[in-house]
């Protein structure tokens, strides 16, 4: 299966748990397989320790350091 936007819904595969209760100041992070295939989960986590201002920018610059080839994408939502 392929997770990809602008793929038809039916040929998304999302991997999601929840519910999950939402805070003022949470930080959402959704990025593409080009930084998913390149970055562990202990390097997103220390990552996500910067100011957010630097963390998409951060997120990019790491996953081409590692060898990225594919496409790279990374969006932040901070909850007001």
Do not use: C
């Amino acid at each position: 299966m392929t997770s990809a936007i602008g793929q038809p819904l039916t040929m998304l595969k999302m991997d999601i748990s929840g519910p999950v209760s939402l805070q003022p100041s949470d930080v959402l992070l959704a990025f593409s397989d080009g930084v998913h295939d390149y970055l562990t989960d202990d390097q997103l986590l220390s990552i996500m320790q910067l100011r957010p201002q630097k963390l998409t920018q951060t997120i990019v610059e790491k996953a081409l350091a590692a060898g990225s080839q594919d496409n790279i994408t990374a969006g932040l939502l901070i909850l007001p």
